[in-house]
Structure formats: C-alpha cells, structure tokens
C-alpha cells in the first residue's frame, strides 16, 4: 500500500516536471533574448529607428559624477509605484575625514485617486508628503536642493526638464503625460505654499543607483527588479489543480483571486527547511490543506519561475555588458554592476542564479557585483550634489 502510494507521489512529480520544463531555459534561448536586447539597443540609438525601439536609450543630462568634494543637504524624492520615498542626504566628510554619505528617510503610500485622477491630485499629495516630511525633521525653514526619482518613460531636454511620455504601473493621472514633470512638482509647491525647494535635477531609478554607486566604484552600474514572479507563481499553481496535480483538484477562492499571492511568499517558501513547516503555513492562510507532496510542488514551482526570472535579468544585462565589450573595442572588460531590488537583496538564490548566468553569458568580462543601499533615493541627492556644485562653478 505504502509502495502504491510513493509511486502514485513519484508519478505526480514527474507529470509536475514535465509541465515545469516549459520554464527552464536553454543557453541558446538566453543567447537570443542577449541579442535582441543588443539589437534595440541600436535601434534606440539611431535616429531613423529611435521612435519604434523597444530600448529608447533616452539621454539623461547627467553631465558629471560625485567625486568626494561634494558637501550639504539634500532632498530626494523616489516615484516608480504604489509607494513613494522621501529622503533627506547628508553628504560631507565624516570622523575620519572620508566622504560620508547618511540618509534618513519616510515612505507614502499614494492613494488609488491620486494615481488615476488628475496631474494636479498626484502632485499636491506628493507635496503634501514633503510638507509632512520636512515638519517631522524640523526642516521646513531651509531652501533644499532636490532631486526626484522618476521612474517612468521621460523625454530630458535637460537635467531638471524631462517630458512624461506616458504612464505605467497602473498610474493614469490625466494632465501628465506631455508635460514637464518638474514643472508639475514646481507648481505643486507652489500651490502649497508652506515651504520652499529648489529643484535641480530629475532621473530614474537606474541611473540614481548608478550614480549612488558610484562613489564606490567608477564603472558601470545596473537596477533588475521583478513585480509579478507572485502572480505567475499562482497562475502555475492553478494550472496544476486544473490539471488534478495539485490540493486535490481544488483550488480556493483566494487562490483564484489575481494578486494575492505575493512574491515575498516565494522567498519564504524557497527558504524553508526540510519540515516544510513555513510552505505549510503559507497555503493555510489559502483556506488550503496541502499535503507534504503538494508543498514540495508549490517549492519546486517557486523555484522554476525565480529561475527564469533570474536567468531573463541576466540575459537581458549581459546583453548591455557586451555591447560595451564591443564598443570599446576591448579583450576584456573589467565591469562592476550596481544592483537594486527587493527580489535580489531578499530572494534566498536570485542573486546567485543571476551572478552565474550574467558571467556565464559574458566571456572575456570581470565583473564585480555591488549591492546599491537606498539606491535610487541616494543616488537622486547625490545627482543634485553635482549639479548644485557645477552650476556654482559655472557662476564662478
């Protein structure tokens, strides 16, 4: 009875396998995605192709990088998705006469109406956040440099100009998109009146981890994220009950409902010990009662959907790292690669599986990974830094 039943087991893992084989990539297949990122890459570069590239390689006016003499406080601001960051940076020479960099900061939560009603809803509540953040740290009287993370696909036509293209990641404000973001904060402060800023400078989050990095190490850097390894994990799952694989063929009505199934769950889940105690735990806040074979299925579908997304991240920036072997005409590229992200800083084998198959894709380069803290919120300030520094200079 006990040998009917582990073949019964066995059997199931193996039907599991089979339908997780559709996730496993090849070297060839990553290989493709490289030149095609490679490809619209060029297509982004040249005039006659720029408008239809996937990859626009938008200028960023970002004219010079930190190189330890700048000094003061600054604001940055970091929108990309549903929260939104503010953060004050000190930068000047610490105890031991090093170039110091602290930061302090609060996160928001922007409300659905301000996402999806106008420009001026949007704008008036992040001003309202910078109000709310200056009066907890005492700073409403000083006039701040400021820099905003803005993460989202912007035409510059300078460093504190940049044009909305269009909106993503379910934000819909009307009023936006065709107009200078910067003057859309401006004008918000200003309505507000309570306080003053000067803003100097607007990026998104790669180049501010970039330029976070930077003072680190002077060579290339690169952000990776994943948002929807949760969600695809739950669409599998609900393959494999479909397919009487799974929870005996039944699923919950929570495991039905889109977005439920968080990508922090996978990190847990692929953490757990051999008890299976913590994946168990996870799917009875389901409404499920799995069995240890199904805990080892909802595993293994974790792990093949983590290692494709690692494996994709990889492709796509090896495809970068190359391209820049080539252009510079070089034998061998000595690269470091600035990293932000939750899945790659939490995730208990993303980093490695992306460390792996971003070298395994780029023979002929050394590169070194840096794990960029509070990357795109620094690396804004950081940006205002210089500008404030040049354009000093320049007033010279």
Not at 338 to 348: A, E, N, Q, R, T
Not at 384 to 395: E, I, R
Request: proline share 2%; with cysteine; net charge negative.
């Amino acid at each position: 009875m006990l040998d009917h039943r582990a073949r019964m087991e066995s059997g199931r893992k193996e039907k599991v396998e089979r339908i997780l084989s559709e996730f496993r990539l090849k070297e060839e297949d990553l290989k493709k995605v490289m030149y095609r990122m490679q490809k619209e890459m060029d297509r982004g570069l040249k005039l006659e192709t720029h408008e239809e590239a996937s990859v626009k390689m938008l200028p960023t006016y970002v004219r010079s990088t930190p190189e330890g003499s700048e000094v003061g406080d600054f604001l940055s601001l970091d929108l990309g998705g549903t929260n939104f960051r503010v953060m004050l940076v000190k930068v000047g020479e610490g105890e031991e006469g090093q170039w110091k960099v602290k930061t302090k900061h609060q996160m928001y939560s922007i409300p659905e109406d301000a996402m999806t009603g106008t420009a001026e809803m949007l704008f008036d509540y992040i001003s309202e956040c910078i109000s709310d953040f200056l009066d907890k740290h005492q700073m409403k009287h000083k006039k701040l440099p400021l820099g905003f993370t803005f993460s989202f696909p912007v035409r510059h036509e300078d460093i504190d100009k940049g044009i909305l293209l269009n909106w993503t990641k379910g934000f819909k404000a009307s009023g936006a998109e065709g107009n200078n973001v910067v003057g859309l904060l401006r004008d918000a402060i200003k309505r507000r009146g309570d306080f003053e800023m000067d803003v100097v400078a607007m990026v998104n989050d790669t180049v501010a981890t970039m330029i976070s990095c930077y003072y680190e190490d002077h060579r290339y850097e690169k952000i990776i994220g994943g948002k929807y390894m949760g969600e695809i994990v739950r669409l599998v799952l609900l393959k494999l009950v479909d397919e009487n694989l799974l929870f005996n063929g039944e699923a919950s009505e929570k495991l039905k409902t889109r977005g439920t199934f968080e990508t922090r769950f996978m990190s847990q889940i692929e953490s757990d010990s051999d008890d299976r105690k913590q994946i168990y735990n996870i799917l009875t806040t389901f409404e499920l009662l799995p069995s240890g074979t199904d805990c080892d299925i909802v595993r293994m579908v974790c792990e093949s959907v983590s290692t494709r997304a690692a494996q994709m991240c990889s492709a796509g920036l090896a495809g970068v790292i190359n391209r820049m072997r080539e252009s510079r005409s070089q034998e061998t590229l000595k690269i470091t690669v600035g990293v932000d992200g939750s899945v790659y800083k939490l995730h208990p084998s993303f980093k490695d599986r992306f460390h792996a198959t971003v070298r395994q894709l780029t023979p002929g380069c050394d590169i070194t990974f840096i794990q960029s803290e509070e990357g795109s919120g620094r690396g804004a300030a950081l940006i205002s830094a210089v500008a404030c520094k040049m354009a000093c200079m320049m007033g010279q």
